[in-house]
């Protein structure tokens, strides 16, 4: 019985982080302050930004970002079909491959803080990126959902 117990705090506990984790599929995003238009624009975020479902009402996700803040967010404009990364430092590099010995991109050699990549795969402490090209980032510069 214990065993059983066990067994099924896991799997809801799994469940529920993964389900938890979204990210924004449009090219622009309003999060507002409440669930409806009506409510104030807290932030204008772009396509890929990670966030994690706090609450729901029928249309809306109650999401938090990166840094803690607290946003509503209509559902049409989220998935959860793949994973999202943001960075979160001043400037991340982006390069060839994974690791320091790589080359910068030539596309984009450095990305600011806040610009965003769909997730694609991860190679020890490094993690493959993509928005029109693909790009390894090192993982503690960003953070994924």
Known sequence: ????????????FFTS???????????????RSGPS???????????YMPIEKVSETKSWYQVKDFEGDFHWVLKAL????YKCVVVKTLWASLRVGPGKKFSRSKNYPKAE???TFRYLKQN?????????????????????R
């Open 1 to 12: 019985m214990q065993l059983v117990k066990k067994i099924l705090f896991f799997l809801i």
């Open 17 to 31: 982080i993964f389900s938890w984790a979204l990210c924004t599929k449009s090219k622009k995003v309003n999060f």
């Open 37 to 47: 238009t009506h409510y104030k624009k807290t932030w204008t975020v772009s396509k």
């Open 78 to 81: 989220i998935t959860a079909k």
């Open 113 to 115: 803080k806040y610009v």
């Open 124 to 144: 020890n402490n490094w993690v493959q990126v993509k928005d029109k090209h693909k790009y390894w980032v090192y993982k503690p510069l960003v953070w994924i």
